[in-house]
T-cell receptor
């Protein structure tokens, strides 16, 4: 299966620690997106890349959050000084850049802050 | 913030029955998409309908779009237990240039065998 993969699937950490998640998109997809989903809600957009350029960031993405896509392939999302409110599922998706193409999602990283 | 609102929030039906879910949104859109999410998994794209289309079919799925009412519906015919999942509508704004998707809160569908 060459779909979107995310690592780790689950992360439990203490409040105040830093965490980093990785996303490997479908290889030919040049767009990569990060979303956050809390229980009972739909996903909320965080940021997206076209190749290595970060083109848009949501107001949800506070200064403690940073995302990179250094070579236009995989991406990382780092959260510094985690807070209780950061507990959520972090979803990555990718798509082709031409026109309005559907996004293909990974299974997410579930973050739990103790 | 989330633009879409799905209705109902939860739906329970018997296998073989049809399931209808509705979605309302607030701003002008380029297209509207429906996704399915099984528990603990990522979202799977089901169907995309553009703002100049009124109805679209894919297998057992039928989607309608009424831009004057800013609403859409997803019909799943002859439901199966495997259709049990959460269903989300997502919109792409007219001027957004393909991003981002703005999701509703979803409808949780339970199909009882």
């Amino acid at each position: 299966d060459t779909g979107v993969s995310q690592d780790p699937r689950h992360k439990i950490t203490k409040r105040g620690q830093n965490v980093t998640f990785r996303c490997d998109p479908i290889s030919e997809h040049n767009r990569l997106y990060w979303y956050r989903q809390t229980l009972g809600q739909g996903p909320e957009f965080l940021t997206y890349f076209q190749n290595e350029a970060q083109l848009e960031k949501s107001r949800l993405l506070s200064d403690r959050f940073s995302a990179e896509r250094p070579k236009g392939s995989f991406s990382t999302l780092e959260i510094q000084r985690t807070e209780q409110g950061d507990s959520a599922m972090y979803l990555c998706a990718s798509s082709l850049g031409q026109g309005f193409q559907p996004q293909h999602f990974g299974d997410g990283t579930r973050l739990s802050i103790l | 913030s989330q633009q879409g609102e799905e209705d109902p929030q939860a739906l329970s039906i018997q296998e073989g029955e049809n399931a209808t879910m509705n979605c309302s949104y607030k701003t002008s859109i380029n297209n509207l998409q429906w996704y399915r999410q099984n528990s603990g998994r990522g979202l799977v794209h089901l169907i995309l309908i553009r703002s100049n289309e009124r109805e679209k079919h894919s297998g057992r799925l039928r989607v309608t779009l009424d831009t004057s009412k800013k609403s859409s519906s997803l019909l799943i015919t002859a439901s199966r237990a495997a259709d049990t999942a959460s269903y989300f509508c997502a919109t792409v704004h007219s001027s957004s240039g393909n991003t981002p998707l703005v999701f509703g809160k979803g409808t949780r569908l339970s199909v009882i065998a």
